[in-house]
């Protein structure tokens, strides 16, 4: 028995870091899974072949999330392969990182559309499927830098404190549909993303955590499936850190 069987859910950037390791434990818990990536096919063919015993449960599809039309395209094809969806994990993100003095329009753009338009444009075609299941979970990637800010990431910390406000709107606009939304907020987790830091940097973040070392992608990805699951069922608008005690 796992804890998400016959759960169906989309995750949004699952072919690497924190993405690929909520694919990874929602399918070892039993959902059916479908998730999307914007470039790397290769990495998402190599996660959809992992699970070779379990082809019928999982798909990866290319869609931009941050494009309105491909989001809704992303959500019919899931409905027509499986039926409904229950989870939505809006995980897809980037950094464009610079002080305000150097960001650029493009560099705030970007990540605005990447991080929180995208986040606006799956959920809103997954709204109506969830209130007529009377039922859903949608979990989206925030960041303690949204609840913090911090110096040279205004665009990003801005995207990921927008996402805090929208969870929980959304908590509050269909809570009396049996629809739950919570916002994720991870410290430094260990993935190609943070790899771009150089190393002093890496050590400065680490020396302030309380915990002493990078999260991993598992770490988050276990809030995830406890958020995706009934074990969650009476938790809404709340935003949950996975931080090792940073945002304390
Ligand atoms: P990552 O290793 O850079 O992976 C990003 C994922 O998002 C990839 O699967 C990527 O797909 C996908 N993606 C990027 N742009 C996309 C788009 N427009 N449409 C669809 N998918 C797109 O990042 P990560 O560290 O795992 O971060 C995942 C989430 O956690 C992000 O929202 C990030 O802001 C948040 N977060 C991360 C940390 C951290 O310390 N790592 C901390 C707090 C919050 P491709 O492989 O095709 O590019």
Redesign the pocket.
Known sequence: MGLLDGKIAII?????????AIVRKFMNEGASVAF?????SA?ADAIVAEFADSADRIIAIQ????KYDEAESLVNQVIEKFGTVHILVN?????KDTLMLRMSEEQWDGVME??LK?VFNVTKHVIKPMMKNRLGSIIN?????GVFGNAGQANYAAS?AGIIGFSKSIAKEVGSRNIRCNAVA????A????DELDESTKKAYTDSIPLKRFGQ?DDVANMCVFLGSDLSSYISGQVLSVCGAMNT
């Open positions: 949004t950037g699952g072919s690497r870091g924190i993405g690929a999307t990536y914007r470039s790397s990495k869609s931009d999330a941050s995980n897809a993100g980037i950094t990447v991080n995208s990637m925030s960041s303690v830098v990921k991870p410290g430094f987790i993935t190609e993303m943070t992608g």
